[in-house]
């Protein structure tokens, strides 16, 4: 059976963490106040150094984090076979234990390799050669191999959780359009809101950024209590006790939050908030208005929203949508010492909204769609 080079731990203290696109300042500042050093953001992802420790806390932690992965080698891939070469030449004995299964995700594309199915495929292949067994369980695997290419070279890393970390579990019931966990997270990071004062969502669909507020304002890890792949795997037996050491320490630190709303027009939207809310065990009081309602809070404080941006509306509905983003900003002008930060996927928001945004005007990918975060103060 042919097999890699030998597995050497020292090449594991380089990590990367990905992100949505346009989140990596957030990210950025969420990794150096954990402790990584070495913080080198590129798009949609921030490569980081530090002991394995860092790298385990970042699990639990990143808010605004998609995946953090133990890189395990980079190697030229501007043709199948030196995709296949390259992969085969890695240590899998040592990283797939006897016993465990594994799958493989790639992302990213090169001139040659532009199907991502095909790299999956050649990849597996490779892996399942060079281990000799054919161990693979797309659904829960226990190793989830993370291929990127670009510029010619795959990089290929472990997931130390296993799956995506912005599926946070709370998210029972959706309704349309729903925002990716680690985005809302990310809007209320770059929101500069203080944590402190009251904050409002009052188009909040399923209720995903008053959620992510309510456990940032209280401290609360987003993925405490997620059990990691690392931990099933027999070669970092070690991460389950540091691991059930920082939860104990997480769970020390956690405050109570300011008074965080949700508030949709929509009886369905309402709905699935509170059961999303419940399920969260977070205190956000979801109740149903129209936006053009929103009554000041108490003390003064910081809006947050992803307005509607009606990507399939004709064009009647877009007049429509333009008329909605008008009537909110003449709603939402009188809140005097209130902050507002919008994320609008719409190029007819600014100018409709007709208030001028404070700082700069961030572009967030909300998956496909390009949008933009505008923060206001009222
Ligand atoms: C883009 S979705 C928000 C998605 C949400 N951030 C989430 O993660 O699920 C926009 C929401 O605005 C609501 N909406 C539309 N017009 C509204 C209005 N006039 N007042 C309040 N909510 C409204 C819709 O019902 C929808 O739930």
């Known amino acids: 059976?042919?097999?890699?080079?030998?597995?050497?731990?020292?090449?594991?203290?380089?990590?990367?963490?990905?992100?949505?696109?346009?989140?990596?300042?957030?990210?950025?500042?969420?990794?150096?106040?954990?402790?990584?050093?070495?913080?080198?953001?590129?798009?949609?992802?921030?490569?980081?150094?530090?002991?394995?420790?860092?790298?385990?806390?970042?699990?639990?932690?990143?808010?605004?984090?998609?995946?953090?992965?133990?890189?395990?080698?980079?190697?030229?891939?501007?043709?199948?076979?030196?995709?296949?070469?390259?992969?085969?030449?890695?240590?899998?004995?040592?990283?797939?234990?006897?016993?465990?299964?594994?799958?493989?995700?790639?992302?990213?594309?090169?001139?040659?390799?532009?199907?991502?199915?095909?790299?999956?495929?050649?990849?597996?292949?490779?892996?399942?050669?060079?281990?000799?067994?054919?161990?693979?369980?797309?659904?829960?695997?226990?190793?989830?191999?993370?291929?990127?290419?670009?510029?010619?070279?795959?990089?290929?890393?472990?997931?130390?959780?296993?799956?995506?970390?912005?599926?946070?579990?709370?998210?029972?019931?959706?309704?349309?359009?729903?925002?990716?966990?680690?985005?809302?997270?990310?809007?209320?990071?770059?929101?500069?809101?203080?944590?402190?004062?009251?904050?409002?969502?009052?188009?909040?669909?399923?209720g995903t950024i008053a959620i992510e507020a309510a456990l940032l304002a209280s401290g609360r890890a987003p993925n405490e209590q997620r059990p990691l792949a690392c931990e099933r795997w027999p070669r970092t037996q070690g991460d389950k006790a540091v691991l059930d050491k920082l939860r104990a320490e997480l769970r020390g630190r956690v405050v109570k939050p300011p008074e965080i709303l949700a508030s949709d027009r929509d009886a369905e939207a309402v709905a699935a908030a509170r059961e999303n809310v419940q399920r969260a065990g977070v205190a956000v009081r979801v109740f149903q208005q129209d936006a053009r309602e929103t009554k000041p809070l108490s003390p003064a404080g910081q809006l947050v929203m992803n307005v509607p941006y009606g990507e399939r509306l004709d064009a009647g509905g877009r007049k429509q949508l333009k008329s909605f983003y008008h009537s909110l900003g003449v709603a939402l002008r009188p809140l005097a010492g209130h902050r507002a930060a919008v994320l609008s996927a719409s190029e007819d928001f600014e100018s409709a909204f007709g208030i001028r945004p404070r700082g700069v005007r961030r572009v967030l990918w909300n998956g496909p769609l390009r949008s933009t975060l505008y923060n206001y103060e009222l």
């Open 1 to 206: 059976m042919p097999r890699g080079p030998a597995y050497t731990p020292r090449m594991f203290y380089s990590w990367y963490a990905t992100c949505p696109r346009g989140a990596e300042p957030a990210m950025e500042l969420e990794l150096a106040e954990l402790g990584a050093k070495g913080i080198r953001p590129s798009v949609g992802i921030v490569r980081f150094t530090g002991p394995r420790e860092v790298a385990l806390r970042a699990c639990l932690l990143l808010r605004t984090a998609l995946r953090v992965l133990e890189p395990v080698g980079e190697f030229p891939a501007i043709t199948a076979d030196e995709l296949y070469a390259g992969v085969a030449k890695l240590p899998w004995a040592d990283l797939i234990a006897p016993g465990q299964t594994f799958a493989v995700s790639a992302t990213g594309r090169t001139e040659h390799l532009n199907h991502t199915h095909f790299v999956e495929l050649k990849i597996k292949d490779a892996v399942v050669d060079t281990l000799g067994r054919r161990d693979v369980d797309v659904k829960a695997p226990d190793v989830l191999v993370v291929a990127h290419l670009g510029n010619g070279k795959c990089s290929v890393s472990l997931d130390l959780v296993g799956d995506l970390l912005s599926n946070r579990g709370y998210r029972v019931r959706t309704v349309e359009a729903p925002l990716r966990e680690s985005l809302a997270a990310a809007m209320l990071l770059l929101s500069g809101w203080d944590r402190k004062t009251p904050l409002h969502d009052p188009v909040c669909g399923s």
